[in-house]
């Protein structure tokens, strides 16, 4: 046998071996390839969610504090119409503040102090060291600072809670109280499905000064709670990558710190920024289990068939492409639900009018460049005359179609003159930008004739009575509607379908 004739089948046998080694390596290098930049992909995917995750809860957030502020809206109008001086005075809250307890989980007590800060109702009680400083810290907030509206934290029995405030005064405006909600931390957050984020290792809300509100961790809360992010432990590292953490307040922010991928948000409407922490190992650990058995699998049918691989790839691609389509799915849910909340929070459903909140956004702003421009205005406030007997006589459904019939004829003669709001009720109130007081005085005359004289659904006869003011300088926005109020009162006591002004 010849040394070639020996040669050949050498040759081949390292061809046969060497070849599909050779291919196996290449292949599992390219896999390796595709399997790192995938998992770089899914991080990045992560941290998209995260961004997303933040936004869409912040919303939440957003839209329960604004439930919680009108609960002590609602509180403050009816104290409004009390006399602190009668002890039977918050016997006739009692139905409302039960039914807001069963609404809200969360609620988990509302208390009324006075001005002292002694209580004066309370279904919590208020005997711990913290929760006494919570009502010292409520009294220099309302009563020396004077904020009509505050948001406090603190702890009490290991658990932190969060209270909303409010300083309102009784018919008298002799008497005032602080009214304050009582929120629980864990039931806050567990109510918004926080724990539905993989990954997630705590989440907290701060304000300006970086003091913490809420605060929820995967563990088991120790008993003292952090109360500002300086004593979070990756603050450190936080701190060498922005310059001042504690005001995040525009925007969503994704930072990544050895494994911990923290997002803050600020919340839509309140000074207040929203945080989560997510653990990226734990958040990657489901994917990365996935990927090792895909990978063993992916490495025992390479040797038997190098088609498999081209199946993966395109398994990737689909892959990828859900993931995208998830994205932008949940993008559009989230701007949707963020312009539905924009909408909710400025417009009165009855009339799509501006509502309140909206109308003393307009006067605030006003009011600031009165100060410095030297600009003036007025508004006026207006009422339905005996409005109630309407409503006991043909029922509240043509209430409100009255209402809107008004608002109507209304809004056709003030046009681009002012902006008409809903005050409340069947009261409604006009913002006149440049309008000297007799400006005002015939617009509300053409306004009341108008009324006077139109027909309105079942034939009833309508009439409004009108209080004007114009903003004087030092005028605050209370002073202002005040004097708008005293008006219309006036208006009332003169007999009705009439114009008054201070």
């Avoid at 009502?135 to 009490?156: C, G, Y």
Wanted: aromatic fraction near 8%; proline fraction near 2%.
């Amino acid at each position: 046998m010849s040394r070639k004739t020996i040669k050949q089948p050498m040759q081949q046998l390292i061809w046969f071996i060497l070849l599909p080694m050779l291919l196996f390596i290449l292949i599992l290098i390219i896999v390796s390839i595709i399997i790192s930049s995938q998992r770089n992909l899914e991080l990045q995917g992560v941290s998209q969610r995260s961004n997303l995750q933040a936004n869409l809860f912040s919303e939440k957030i957003s839209g329960k504090l604004t439930a919680f502020e009108l609960i002590l809206t609602s509180l403050d109008q009816q104290i409004q119409l009390m006399d602190l001086n009668d002890e039977n005075t918050f016997a006739s809250l009692q139905d409302s503040i039960l039914s807001y307890k069963l609404m809200y989980e969360e609620l988990e007590g509302v208390c009324i102090l006075d001005e002292q800060g002694e209580k004066r109702y309370s279904t919590y009680n208020l005997d711990s060291e913290n929760l006494l400083n919570m009502r010292k810290d409520l009294i220099t907030n309302h009563v020396e600072q004077e904020l009509p509206f505050s948001m406090l934290a603190f702890t009490d029995a290991n658990a932190m809670y969060i209270v909303f405030s409010r300083y309102v005064k009784d018919i008298t405006n002799d008497n005032s109280l602080v009214v304050a909600l009582i929120i629980k931390t864990n039931t806050f957050f567990d109510l918004l499905n926080l724990t539905s984020i993989p990954g997630l290792s705590s989440s907290f809300m701060y304000d300006t000064q970086g003091k913490i509100l809420a605060y929820w961790k995967s563990e088991i809360q120790s008993e003292n709670n952090p109360l500002s992010i300086q004593d979070l432990p990756f603050y450190q590292d936080l701190l060498m990558r922005i310059e001042n953490p504690s005001v995040i307040q525009s925007g969503i922010h994704s930072i990544t710190l050895e494994n911990q991928l923290l997002t803050t948000t600020s919340l839509s409407g309140f000074p207040y920024t929203f945080a989560i922490q997510t653990d990226l190992k734990q958040a990657m650990a489901l994917y990365d289990k996935s990927m090792l058995f895909s990978f063993s699998v992916l490495i025992f049918f390479i040797l038997l068939s190098l088609g498999f691989i081209i199946l993966l790839g395109l398994q990737v691609i689909q892959k990828n492409e859900i993931q995208e389509n998830m994205l932008k799915e949940l993008a559009h849910k989230v701007q949707e639900r963020t312009a539905e909340l924009e909408l909710l929070s400025q417009q009165d459903t009855l009339t799509t009018l501006a509502n309140r909140r909206k109308i003393n956004e307009l006067l605030e702003k006003a009011i600031i460049e009165g100060e410095t421009a030297q600009n003036s205005f007025s508004i006026m406030i207006l009422d339905i005359d005996n409005f109630k007997k309407i409503n006991d006589t043909y029922g509240h459904q043509v209430g409100d179609l009255i209402i809107q019939e008004i608002v109507m004829h209304l809004q056709a003669l003030i046009s681009s003159k002012g902006i008409l709001a809903r005050w409340g009720g069947d009261e409604l109130m006009v913002y006149l930008p440049s309008f000297a007081l007799q400006q005002s005085l015939e617009l509300a005359e053409t306004l009341r004739y108008t009324i006077d004289n139109a027909i309105f659904s079942e034939s009833i006869h309508i009439t409004l009575s009108f209080g004007l003011t114009q903003y004087l300088k030092g005028d605050s926005i209370v002073s202002v509607i005040k004097r708008a109020d005293l008006a219309l009162y006036q208006a009332k006591e003169c007999g009705r379908n009439r114009v008054k002004s201070m």
